[in-house]
Structure formats: C-alpha cells, structure tokens
C-alpha cells in the first residue's frame, strides 16, 4: 500500500465530514491562532520596552572616579581628578566594544536670558554625547569639532530651560544667554525626551563643548566622568572588562589592588525590565498553549467518534485486503491532515489577529519567525500523538466482528 | 479441474466463558475451480464460522485450509490481509459500500491496497467489473442514489475487480426483494458461466437450485454435500415472475 493511495484515501474520509472536520480543526485553529497572536503581543511590549530603555540609551556606560584613601582619610569620588583625557583617548583607541565616547564636565547654576532667569545644568560634552543620550536637534544645529577645539562659548539648550528663559515663545536660536557669568550664543534647540523612568526631566539642560565648561566655567583640566556607548547592550559586559582593563594599566592599579574609577551600566534596569516582560509572554504562551491542547483533545475526541461510527467500514478494508497498518496510517494521516491544515489556517489567523490588535488598539507587536515554526510543529505533533491513541484502536479492530458491527 | 479450496478436517473452537462451543467439528471439503457452491445452513450450524474460515478472515484451531494451492493455517494477520486481497472477493449481505462514494471508488478500494496497480490501471479495471455486472453508465453514482440492487452489483463489481480465485457471498440477496433478488441471482449464474468460482453462504434452500453444488452444514458438520445436475435458469424464473405495478 502506497503513501499517496492511503493521502488519497483519508482526504477522501475527511471529505466526506467536512463540517466535523472543521470544527474539530477550529479547536487547532483557535489554539496556534492565540499562541502566535500572545507571543507578537508579548514580544511586541518587549520591544518597545526595549526601544524605550535604548532612546535613554541602554547601552550607555559611565564612568566614573572611585574615592580613595589618602593618609587615612576617605576621600569624596567628587574630590578625585583621577580621569584624565588620556584616559578617553586609550579608551577610544583600545576597545573594540565601544561605538560613541564622550567626556562629560558639569555645573549648575543660574541661566539669564533678560529679565528671565532659571536655575540649570551645564554639560560639557564632546559631539559623540548627542549620539549615547540620543539627543536630537530639533531646531539651530550643534556646535562644531572647531568650537570644542577653540572652547567657543556656544550651547544647545533643552526645552525646558528654553521655556523657562523665553516664556513669550521667542526662538532661542541665536540668542545670547549667560550662564552664571559666561554668555553662551544657542546654536541649537533639543528635541524634547521628557521624564525618564527615574522621575528626571531630561530636557533641563544645556550642552556645550566640554572644553568651555572645563576652561571658562569650572577651571579644570580633569574630567569628571567618561560617557561612552557598547556596540550594543549585549556587549556592555565586555565593553565594560576591556574598559576597567585599560584604566587600572593607565592608572598603575597592581594586580588585588582595587580600582580608583568606578563603571556602571544601564543593563541592569533594562534586564529587570526585559524580564518583567519575559514573564507576561510566558504566561500568555501557557495559556495560549492550553488552549492547543484542548484543540490537540477535541482531535483524539473527534478521532475515537469517528473510529467507533466507522467500524464497518475499517470491516470492510480489512476484509478487501488493508492490513493493520494501512488502518493506522490512515486515521492517523487523517489528524494530521485536521492538525496541519488546522495549523495553517490557525498562523494566518493568529498573524491577522495580530495585526488587527497592532492596528486597532495601537498594541506594538512583534511576530517571531520561531513562534510560527514552533506553533506549527506543536500542531503537527499533536495531530501525531493525538491521533495515534484512535488509530491504534481501529487497527486492532478484528476484522468478523467490525463487519458485522452495527 | 484444478483445486480452488480443500478444507481438511477443519475444526473451530471459541471460548466462551468458561464453555468451549465447537463451531466447526471436523469439516472437510473440496471445491474446484468453476463450481458455483451453495453453503447452507440454519443458524448456529457453523456457516459463519465457515464462511470466515474461508475468507481467511479467521484461522481454524485445527485441521488444513489450501486456498489455491496455499496453506492458510500457518499464516499472520497481514499475510493473510494480502491473500484477502489477491484471491477473495467478498459479496456481504449489507452491501457494506463505502457511504457518500461514488460507484467507480467503491469498486476501485480493492486496488487501492494493491501497490502493483497504477492510478490508470486502476481505474480502466474498475470500469471493466462496473461493465461486467450492468452498471456501465452509473460509474459516478454516489452510493446513497442506489437501490439496493444497484448497490450489490456495485458490491459484485467490487469482488470481480481484483479478478479473485474465489468469490465469497454472505446472504447476498438477504436484504433485497424477490425480484431484484432473481436478477442478483442471474448474475450470478452468469459469472458461473464465465468460469468463475462462486461460494455462495445462505439459508435460503431454494437458492441451491441455482448453483452447481449444495453444501448443508448442521451442528458444525457436513451433512450433505451433493451436485446439481439440473441447474434452474434464474433467468426464466425471473421471467416468471409476475410484473411489478410501476
């Protein structure tokens, strides 16, 4: 007995109940529909925690002095002005782990515009700062390689500052402001980043050259800390161990020594994060499995009915000459055809679904190739063992009395 | 005349319960190749079992069963599927066709197990048998359009078509009217004609006077096995018989 003789055969079968045979594929349908259509929401949410944690820059890494003893005396990591610039360009020049790098000098004080004034933050950055934080200019542009060479006075101003500074909506491009007693020409405006998840207004800031705040504002040639971006967050780790290495040979840190600079990362609130999310998409996963199991029992279900309704005629193919096997091949050929045709139409379903709730309820999704794949072999496998348990059982049909069965 | 079936001292015993019942007590015949049997027999006299026997689809607990030159005694369940296959061809009571299926499928289900057939092959020997028992033109009827003669020609084209040593029929005219009965009948006599072996299981004694040889079993043993020498032509009876009132 040939494979295609016996497809030809139990499509015939199928055929022949095609209401009952949809329904028991809707218990299939229903089940890959919502494993694929949780999985895009769980994964959806996922990535699009995941793209916020990166907009503040996960892959962001500071580094910082660590305090020290000196004589005795525990010294403020603030005091230190270990980080030198050498530090950035070793860094820079060494790691392979690390796409941005930037100093970062800061002072707060008064910002002046007029009769206006309000109490900021200067950061003195290089270019590469706008790329880790993911600053964008939405107004003016930023300032030059040739105003951090030279310490121009020239700054980006943040929303907030600038509503503050220009209450009447003035633009601020072009203006003079001052800064304690500095004046600062705005070349540019930064596009709003609102509150990060700490609570922090992110638009409360001024940018400009590092080398101005360090000269002209604070009269320092240390950095106060080192900002710089890994190739992405998955490389933080290693950004992290190469950049720790180079510090403590430029430091002259011995071996059992511990560091005088100190390194931190965003990943761990990303990683909670992520993990937060993980947990909802295995709990929609499990549900959502349940439910192909059900769909996998209303198969074997269907599949003993079916058997038992048809005794006479698995009678009568065993007495024209199909043999146990053929029997078994059949009924089970004819759940796997329930399960995988039940499949198919189920990932088309759970992908539409999908879209539907991206589309109506503005629900980021994200459909994983591997949720199809797997959904698909689970089905496939359920039509197998789900059907296997009713085959068998019309196989051992003896053959006297299925004929005869009424 | 070649040997089709010899049946030497075939016993069968079932238990039930505690009880062993001895359905077949020792039957032996032999039947050659163009005789057309009867089988008879009241009910509980072992033709069930005979029948079952001789359709492979039950092994005796004694004795020897030669089914065109082979022994069945020894074989297994797919052996003997196989030998079901290429040498039986069953005729039931209830015509046991396949429901929703057109006339040319049923026929065709033999052939389906026989991996030596071609689609095409297939089907040009579905119609022959189709041809052979008078339903040339109903080759796409679906088995519930049929009357229950048309469903046992369907059933007989589907014994003929694996062109069997042996066909096998169960009280196939049980089920039908008297008329249809005959014509069921006529065809018989006239694959006899052909050459064909026919057994043919019944209680209905006046059937005997159709075939080449009756068979009577009672109590599991043969009580009379004589030969027919003045053969009725189902035919004429069937001439006879008064017209139907459309």
Redesign the interface.
Same mark, same amino acid.
């Given at each position: 007995m040939n494979f295609a003789n016996l497809f030809k055969i139990a499509l015939k079968a199928l055929s022949n109940n095609k209401l009952r045979g949809f329904l028991t594929m809707l218990g299939i349908i229903i089940g890959v529909a919502s494993v694929i259509t949780m999985l895009a929401i769980g994964q959806g949410s996922k990535k699009s925690i995941q793209a916020e944690i990166s907009e503040m820059g996960s892959n962001m890494i500071m580094i910082g002095p660590g305090g020290d003893r000196r004589g005795g005396v525990q010294l403020s990591a603030d005091d230190m002005e270990s980080l030198k610039l050498k530090d950035l360009e070793d860094i820079k020049s060494q790691t392979r782990y690390v796409t941005y790098i930037s100093p970062a000098v800061n002072s707060s004080g008064q910002a002046v515009y007029g009769a206006n004034n309000t109490p900021t933050t200067v950061y003195g950055v290089d270019l590469d700062y706008m790329e880790i934080r993911r600053y964008r200019v939405s107004d003016g542009d930023i300032f030059s390689e040739h105003d951090v060479k030279t310490a121009a006075k020239v700054c980006l101003i943040g929303k907030t500052v600038a509503d503050e500074l220009f209450p009447n909506g003035d633009n601020p491009v072009g203006k003079v402001i001052r800064f304690g007693t500095i004046p600062f020409r705005i070349v540019g405006m930064l596009e709003s980043k609102g509150y990060n998840s700490m609570g922090m207004d992110q638009d409360d800031l001024i940018i400009a050259p590092y080398t101005t705040v360090q000269k002209r504002i604070l009269a320092i040639t240390h950095l106060q800390e080192i900002i710089c971006s890994a190739l992405s967050e998955e490389y933080t780790e290693q950004a992290i161990d190469e950049i720790s290495g180079i510090l403590r040979v430029n430091h002259k840190i011995r071996a059992g020594e511990d560091d005088d600079f100190t390194i931190r990362s965003q990943q761990e609130l990303s990683s909670m994060l992520t993990s937060t999310t993980d947990m909802m998409t295995v709990l929609l996963a499990a549900v959502a499995g349940i439910s192909l199991l059900v769909g996998g029992i209303g198969i074997m279900n269907i599949m003993y009915v079916s058997v038992t309704e048809r005794t006479r005629e698995i009678g009568l193919r065993m007495s024209i000459g199909a043999k146990g096997r053929d029997i078994l091949a059949q009924f089970l050929i004819e759940s796997i055809l329930i399960s995988v045709t039940g499949g198919l139409i189920g990932v088309l379903a759970g992908i539409g679904a999908a879209l539907v709730v991206n589309i109506v309820a503005a629900f980021p999704i994200y459909i994983q190739p591997w949720s199809v794949f797997l959904s698909f072999a689970v089905c496939t496998v359920t039509g197998i063992f789900f059907g296997w348990y009713p085959a068998q059982k019309a196989a051992m049909l003896d053959p006297i009395e299925a004929i005869r069965y009424e | 005349m070649k040997e089709v079936i010899r049946l030497e001292e075939i016993h069968r015993d079932f238990k039930v319960g505690d009880e062993v019942v001895h359905a077949l007590r020792g039957v032996s015949f032999t039947i050659y190749s163009g005789e057309f049997v009867t089988i008879m027999g009241t009910s509980g006299s072992g033709k069930s079992t005979l029948l *079952?026997t001789l359709?492979c &689809?039950?092994t005796p607990s004694s004795g020897e069963y030669y089914l065109d030159g082979v022994s069945v005694r020894t074989m297994d /369940? @797919?052996q003997r599927?196989?030998l #079901? *296959? #290429?040498k039986i061809g $069953?005729v $039931?009571q209830n015509y *046991?066709l &396949?429901? /929703?299926?057109t006339a040319i499928?049923n026929v065709e &289900?033999?052939l389906?197990? @026989?991996?030596d057939y071609s689609a095409s092959a297939r089907y040009s020997r579905a119609v022959e048998s189709l041809k052979a028992v008078g339903l040339g033109d109903r080759l796409l009827h679906k088995s519930n359009q049929m009357s229950g003669g048309q469903m046992q020609r369907v059933a007989i084209a589907?014994a003929l078509v694996?062109d069997p040593a042996v066909i096998l029929a169960d009280e196939a005219t049980g089920n039908l009217d008297t008329r249809t009965s005959f014509e069921i009948l006529v065809l018989f006599q006239q694959l006899h004609k052909e050459g064909r072996t026919i057994i043919f299981v019944t209680h209905n004694p006046e059937i005997a006077y159709y075939s080449s040889r009756n068979i009577t079993l009672r109590d599991g043993k043969v009580t009379d096995d004589t030969r027919n020498n003045s053969i009725l032509s189902a035919a004429e009876a069937l001439a006879r018989l008064p017209k139907q009132e459309e």
């Open positions: - | *079952n359709g &689809l039950d /369940k @797919n599927a196989v #079901r *296959n #290429r $069953f $039931f *046991n &396949l429901p /929703k299926t499928e &289900l033999p389906m197990y @026989n991996s589907r694996n």
